[in-house]
């Protein structure tokens, strides 16, 4: 449809032009166009689209919107592409003009999709080649969890979301760099080397040695120690300056405990089929010193108390003092956002000294807004971003336990990653076993295995995608594996359930219908009832759809699609006969039962959940 409604727009934007060329010509100068203001139909009794720019020109036209809407109508009558395209518009209210389009046009967009993989979504990459050129790379920051610590469930949400984005826009087209920005420098090491040379020496030397609960139990004792005990905190500092001098010992010990945490980290990634490159905030390290040299040159930095800062402008702290980013603390030593910093001039930095990327999208709690807002304005500042550069802050809500605290076990220690996801298999499983029970049906362990493994994983991702991702989000298992409502396993038994009436009507009429090419399906498709149009139309928003949360960054507008999509069929299916109905109606609406299917699998897909053949 996003085709369609491109097309609509230039014919509504030239009819404009034709009915008020002085106008339009002066608009034109002005840098700002006149604009029909095409949009979706806010009700389906008006059409398609509907275009509301009559009012909106009225007062500089100095004429009623509805006679500038005539003049627009008029114009459109002469144009054949329209006639083409759209019934007879409509004038309605004080100016609003509705458009449908020509029914036997949404048909043949229908047929087309059948057997297409990418259902009518345009891809950046073929357009970037026509243009002789390639598509920029997008960067997607996400997960990002700190070595030597536990990796919460914040950090699961960021991995879920980062992830559904990151196949959007490689759906899309993009080339996307999937980033893991692991906190693998800094202070903590120094804290957790310190204390280990203590307590646990061979933690330092060899692989292994104790085991990662131990780790992170130690890393909490480290950070009492340093918060509590000056000369501990004077040796931490020493370690730190040792292992960013590149001290062999400390590094051993620094890869070492790494390599631990990264391959507890990766067992999450493999179990929730998430791939991410891992690349830490030490693979900055070597950057720091430019960052500084650049802000200087830029005339931005300021030595205040020692520390070097860069002071922002618009926004400020307490009393109206202005804040600062401090980029090198008094004792030298760089933190957090100076390594941000150091990461936006290398990711915008053309290859290949640096990734050429023209988005940088970052998926962190929504904590951590000031943190990017200061971060991204120094950048600014400094001159790093080209033409058409965009630092994007993806902000996320708290993860709370249905009490709407924070998320706990009900010993009241924080939840384990490993858990909750296991706990979400099991009782998928159990769900499962009581179901084949009630339905006296016997399956093979493997098959049990193998549902309750992905619907299981599929609601933890799909309850996280499915609510706005800036409001706060109550994690309750009932509610992620209800089997009604917008759910993972409503969605996945709808995809089961009409794949198989697709396939079913298929077998009935020879095994021809819905061969994955399309062919079978009757050409022209047909359609008659509404039910069957408002399926249709449904089906049509994909590819705007895909192309707003390729804007927007919030998958939830995905989910609520896909369920809207899931009860349209519903109503059609429940009162529209299918398999029973006679041709050409019988194998047009088998196509729309097969569309309806491949549009939610490949939605599902985009959201990074596997779907299902039998459940
Ligand atoms: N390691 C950080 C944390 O656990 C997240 C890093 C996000 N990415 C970034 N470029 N700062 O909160």
Redesign the pocket.
């Known amino acids: 449809m996003l085709r369609l409604a491109q097309a609509l727009d230039r014919q509504l934007r030239a009819a404009l032009e034709m009915a008020f060329p002085q106008a339009a010509a002066a608009a034109i100068e002005a840098g700002a166009p006149l604009d029909p203001q095409l949009a979706p139909a806010s009700k389906p009794e008006f059409g398609d689209f509907q275009a509301n720019g009559a009012l909106g020109l009225a007062r500089s036209l100095g004429l009623p919107p509805r006679k500038i809407a005539e003049a627009i109508v008029a114009q459109l009558a002469a144009d054949p592409a329209f006639a083409a395209l759209c019934l007879e518009p409509v004038i309605a209210g004080p100016g609003f003009l509705n458009l449908t389009i020509r029914p036997e046009l949404l048909a043949a967009e229908v047929r087309a999709r059948l057997g297409d993989p990418r259902l009518g979504v345009p891809s950046v990459a073929q357009d970037a080649a026509s243009e002789g050129g390639a598509a920029a790379p997008v960067i997607v ?1 996400f997960s ?3 070595i030597a610590k536990e990796m919460h469930v ?2 699961l949400r960021s991995t879920i979301i980062g992830d559904a984005l990151a196949r959007v826009l490689e759906f899309r087209g993009h080339p996307v760099l999937r980033l893991n ?3 693998d420098w800094g202070t903590q090491f120094g804290m957790l080397i310190t204390h280990l040379k203590e307590v646990a020496p061979e933690a330092l030397t060899t692989a292994d040695a104790v085991d990662l609960g131990d780790l992170v139990a130690f890393y909490r004792e480290a950070k009492k120690r340093f918060d509590d005990d000056e000369a501990f905190q004077a040796t931490a500092r020493e370690e730190v300056v040792k292992l960013q001098g590149g001290d062999p010992v400390s590094l051993k010990a620094w890869g070492l405990l790494c390599d631990q945490s990264r391959r507890e980290f990766q067992k999450i990634y493999d179990r929730l089929a998430i791939r991410l490159s891992e690349r830490g905030e030490s693979f900055y390290n070597p950057h720091l010193e430019a960052v500084v040299a650049d802000l200087a040159a830029a005339g931005l930095l300021v030595v205040d108390q020692g520390a070097k800062c860069v002071f922002l402008e618009g926004v400020s702290g307490k009393e109206g003092a202005p804040l600062p980013v401090i980029v090198q603390k008094s004792d030298g030593g760089f933190n ?1 956002a100076t390594t ?1 910093l150091a ?1 936006i001039r290398y990711r915008l930095a053309p290859a290949p000294g640096g990734d050429g990327a023209r988005r940088v999208i ?1 998926v ?2 929504a904590g ?1 807004a000031s943190h990017f807002a200061g971060v991204f304005q120094v950048a600014r500042r400094a001159g790093w971003l080209p033409a058409g550069a965009s630092l994007e802050h993806v902000p996320f809500g708290l993860v709370q336990g249905e009490d709407g605290k924070k998320l706990k076990t009900r010993a009241g220690d924080t939840v384990r990653l490993r858990d909750l996801l296991d706990e979400a298999v099991e009782r998928c499983e159990a769900d499962l076993r009581r179901r084949l029970a009630e339905e006296e049906r016997t399956e093979e362990e493997a098959f049990i295995h193998h549902v309750a493994t992905t619907v299981g994983l599929a609601a933890v991702k799909y309850a996280d995608l499915s609510q706005n991702r800036i409001t706060n989000y109550q994690f309750s298992f009932d509610r992620m594996l209800a089997l009604q409502g917008n759910t993972a396993p409503y969605l996945l038994y709808a995809v089961v359930r009409i794949a198989g009436i697709a396939r079913r009507g298929g077998e009935l009429a020879g095994g021809g219908l819905g061969d994955g090419q399309g062919g079978g399906f009757p050409d022209p498709l047909q359609f008659s009832e509404p039910q069957e149009w408002a399926l249709v139309r449904d089906l049509l928003k994909f590819d705007a759809v895909v192309a707003e949360v390729e804007t927007d960054l919030l998958p939830n507008r995905l989910c609520s699609y896909l369920f809207e999509l899931s009860q349209v069929f519903n109503r059609f299916y429940d009162q529209v006969p299918v398999l029973k109905a006679e041709e050409p109606a019988r194998g047009s609406r088998l196509a729309l039962c097969r569309l309806t299917a491949d549009t939610l699998k490949l939605g599902l897909g985009l959201l990074g959940i596997e779907t299902l053949e039998r459940m």
């Open positions: 920051d990002s969890p700190n914040g950090h920005h692991v906190g957090y941000d990461a970052y962190t709690d951590q």
